[in-house]
Nanobody
C-alpha cells in the first residue's frame, strides 16, 4: 500500500555535492519521522539524518555541518543535501519513513526505500 522511491545518487568527486530525494506514495494517512540511512560495503547500516513531521532534525556526527535534511509534507518527500562529500561517504543510501496508513483500520509501519548508490571518488 505504501512505497518509497529514491533518486539522486551517483558518482561525484571529493568536495562535490549531491541531493537525494525520497517520495512516499500510497494510502498514506500521516508520515511521522523520515530519515536517511547508509550502508557502506562490509559495514552495518547507520543513521545519517532524520527529521520529524514538525521539522526537528538530528544528524550523525560524521555529517554535521555538511549534510542537510529537509522535507516537503505536501509532497510526502524528504531530501538530503550532501555537500563537501568525502570518499568515506561512499555507501548505499536508504530512505526510511514511519508511516500511518489506512487499510480498513489505521496501521503504523516502518518503510524502506530500495536504496541509491552514492560514490565519492576522483
Amino acid at each position: 500500500q505504501v512505497q518509497l522511491v529514491e533518486s539522486g545518487g551517483g558518482l561525484v568527486q571529493p568536495g562535490g555535492s549531491l541531493r537525494l530525494s525520497c517520495a512516499a506514495s500510497g494510502s498514506i494517512f500521516r508520515i511521522n519521522t523520515m530519515g536517511w540511512y547508509r550502508q557502506a560495503l562490509g559495514k552495518q547500516r547507520e543513521l545519517v539524518a532524520a527529521i520529524t513531521s514538525g521539522g526537528s532534525s538530528n544528524y550523525a556526527d560524521s555529517v554535521k555541518g555538511r549534510f542537510t535534511i529537509s522535507r516537503d509534507n505536501a509532497k510526502n518527500t524528504v531530501y538530503l543535501q550532501m555537500n563537501s562529500l568525502k570518499p568515506e561517504d561512499t555507501a548505499v543510501y536508504y530512505c526510511n519513513a514511519d508511516i500511518t496508513y489506512y487499510g480498513g483500520s489505521f496501521y503504523t509501519y516502518d518503510y524502506w526505500g530500495q536504496g541509491t548508490q552514492v560514490t565519492v571518488s576522483s
